[in-house]
């Protein structure tokens, strides 16, 4: 599939689905002594293809036809697919194509589906090294429009409005059937998108109805009574006794 700036994928991606025969095959085209791993000879036909003066040196030793064909291409690529392969001539190929596919400058979809891709490695090489993506310094001028203080009360009545009526859905949704709490508490997604799908409201308006009647407060947590003959003597709370007023003599009742 094309992308940005008329430029397909990188050869990498394109050769996902090749077999290691295939990329053999066009290294020995290109004259490039081939690897013996597959991953090699991927890694060695990306390598050249990365070279823009390798692949224009390619190109300058291409037929009439195809050179015309690459540059159409070059200026305007368009891809159908992401796995993609060498493949044998078909009744899809253009006029001249043959010769660039042997050599990797082009890329046949696995099914034969949409013409040839063109690699972005080859397109950015034959633009030339004085193409640039097109740069405007200027922002463009938003339009502004005028509004009074009424316009602005009648949106946000509107906007109320229909806040409400989606809210009381929704509390007449867990109303009709309560929804069930996780044991960690608050209400878990499955229960949310019940809800939401019975009232027909999104997930932030269900969300702002059921928060100030506790749908996602946490239930307290409490520990459960122990009698103090069962809890250590290190953990057990001592109540402490006042120290004595120093001012008041010792053994007169206060």
Not at 104 to 127: F, K, N, Q, S
Request: charged share 25%; hydrophobic share 40%.
């Amino acid at each position: 599939m094309g992308g940005p700036l008329g430029l397909d994928r990188p050869l990498e991606e394109l050769l996902a689905g090749a077999t290691s025969d295939e990329l053999r095959a066009v290294l020995v085209t290109l004259g490039i002594k081939p690897p013996s791993a597959k991953q090699q000879r991927l890694a060695a036909l990306v390598e050249h293809h990365r070279d823009p003066g390798a692949v224009t040196e390619v190109v300058a030793r291409a037929p009439a036809i195809t050179q015309k064909l690459l540059a159409r291409r070059a200026d305007s690529t368009t891809g159908q697919r992401q796995f993609s392969m060498f493949g044998a001539s078909g009744p899809d190929l253009e006029p001249g194509a043959r010769w660039a596919v042997d050599r990797g400058l082009l890329i046949v979809d696995r099914h034969r589906y949409g013409p040839a891709r063109m690699p972005v490695e080859v397109a950015l090489a034959l633009r030339g090294s004085d193409w640039h993506a097109p740069f405007d310094p200027l922002p463009p001028s938003a339009q502004l429009v005028p509004i009074t203080s009424a316009e602005v009360e009648r949106e946000a009545a509107a906007a109320a409005t229909a806040f409400a009526a989606r809210a009381a859905s929704v509390l007449s949704a867990c109303s009709a059937s309560p929804p069930a709490r996780l044991k960690s508490g608050g209400i878990g997604a499955r229960e949310l998108a019940r809800i939401g799908k019975a009232a027909q409201a999104d997930d932030a308006v269900g969300r702002l109805a059921r928060q100030p009647y506790g749908a996602h407060s946490q239930p307290p947590r409490t520990r459960p009574a122990v009698h103090r003959s069962l809890v250590p003597p290190a953990r057990r709370r001592t109540r402490l006794r006042p120290l004595p007023d120093p001012r008041r003599p010792v053994g007169l009742n206060p």
